[in-house]
């Protein structure tokens, strides 16, 4: 095979993966090199021209001419006798420029030639599109469902390149066909081998962001600043923003008028409940704050243990708690202090007892467990529904059970 010939059998490269022509000479030389090296033993006296948009190419070995028999090295020497068949004129010690043709690299040579030049490519994408991922790392990005299996979705963007959107990473209502249009934040690049795996994310508090940012103007200016996202993924979230211009109401202009800026943003995290609340560096307001729509009395703050005790009237404590105890879960991630809810003013009942008092059956963590969602009493517990404190508390039911077995046995005592 000529030059020329498997320079134009290597221009289909240039078109379809889309390689500047610089790029493409580097590989190009790259690959030819290491052929040489594998022949030759060595590439440093070898000049290799390459024009990819002309489709030819040229390979010269330079080698310096020594006396007929004191050719030490084949491919940095000729012999005089050798160097005067190629020009007539050489004499010892003058330098001879030779091209060589593929060809005599041998056939196997140009197969592998080939197969290392797919390789070099196929590196050189898988490089740039790492780097070009990595620095969307936190940013949304749009793609199109391309298969939908049990534990994850496959995505795949306009220009062809694969994203992986993990069950996990997905929004419990989420429900995706094939070509369905697919918003979430890449959260993470990984190599897999040589190729990049990009990961996308629908339950990252990032995305709660940065969908703020799209969708109010006042957010992606800057003039409102997001200081901390919390969320349970298509439950509830807690947003606390902040403004330097006091003229702004940062949760008026979040929220819009009758909810009309933030709806669209609830609809694409299907119907996730936010509350969005004014920032401050008061921590007794900003806890309260947190724990709206409930009304607190007062906090008392312990900043060593990053705890709070929250003062509430009886009516306000299952407000507080929440659903399923995500608005105490998250005020208490969103403030950074571990809340517990005290009952403001709630005598105990001349028959009730305290659930401290039966701290030497009933584990520490398992008590705290019901005071966090308000329980603090014997009778407080067992006016409960079992299923209902499985949802509220991180307690199996088991645990929940085995409680109520032993308040009874007081009660019956």
């Known amino acids: 095979m000529e030059n020329i010939a498997l320079i ?8 379809d993966k889309l390689i500047d022509r610089v790029t ?10 290491n052929a040489l090296k594998k022949k030759y033993g060595s590439d440093d006296n070898f000049d290799i021209i ?24 084949e491919n940095q020497e000729i012999a005089l006798s050798e160097a005067r068949k190629i020009e007539p004129d050489f004499e010892v010690g003058e330098d001879v ?20 030049l797919i390789s070099k490519i196929h590196e050189h994408d898988n490089t740039n599109l790492y780097k070009q991922f990595k620095d969307l790392i936190g940013e949304i990005y749009t793609a199109e469902v391309h298969h939908v299996r049990p534990r994850v979705v496959i995505l795949v963007d306009d220009e062809g390149n694969e994203i992986v959107l993990p069950k996990e990473k997905q929004i419990p209502s989420d429900f995706f066909r094939k070509g369905d249009n697919v918003r979430g934040i890449i959260e993470s690049v990984e190599l897999k081998g040589n190729k990049p795996q990009i990961i996308m994310s629908r339950t990252a508090d990032k995305f709660l962001e940065k969908l703020f940012e799209q969708e109010i103007p006042e957010v992606f200016d800057g003039l409102i600043m997001i200081k901390k996202v919390v969320r349970i993924p298509g439950e509830k979230a807690k947003v ?24 669209g943003i609830v609809r694409e995290l299907g119907n996730e409940n936010i509350d969005v609340i004014n920032f401050t560096s008061n921590l007794p307001l900003y806890i309260t704050r947190a724990l ?17 005790e929250v003062f509430l009237k009886l009516e306000e ?20 202090y571990e809340l517990d809810v005290i009952r403001e003013g709630s005598a105990i009942e001349e028959d009730d007892v305290e659930l401290t008092e039966f701290s030497d059956e009933i584990d520490g963590w398992v008590i705290d467990e019901f005071a966090k969602i308000g329980l603090d009493t014997a009778r407080s517990i067992l006016n409960q529904d079992v299923a209902d404190l499985v949802r509220r508390t991180d307690l199996e039911e088991e645990t929940i059970l085995e409680v109520i077995k032993i308040l009874k046995e007081e009660f019956e005592d």
């Open 8 to 15: 134009e059998s290597f221009s289909e490269f240039k078109d």
């Open 24 to 33: 493409l000479m580097a590989i190009l030389e790259d690959v030819f090199r």
């Open 50 to 73: 390459i024009n990819p948009d002309k489709g030819d190419m040229e390979i010269w070995r330079n080698r310096v001419v020594v006396a007929d028999g004191e050719v030490e090295d």
């Open 97 to 116: 420029s030779e091209e060589v043709k593929l060809i005599d690299l041998g056939r196997r040579a140009i197969l592998a030639l080939r197969q290392n």
């Open 240 to 263: 606390a923003v902040d403004s330097y211009d006091d003229r702004i109401d940062p949760v008026g202009a979040c929220v819009g008028m009758k909810g009309s800026r933030i709806h």
């Open 292 to 308: 709206s729509p409930a009304k607190v009395s007062s906090v008392k703050i312990d900043e060593e243990k990053k705890r709070a």
């Open 317 to 336: 404590v299952s407000k507080a708690i929440g659903r399923g105890g995500h608005n105490i879960k998250l005020a208490g991630l969103l403030t950074g």
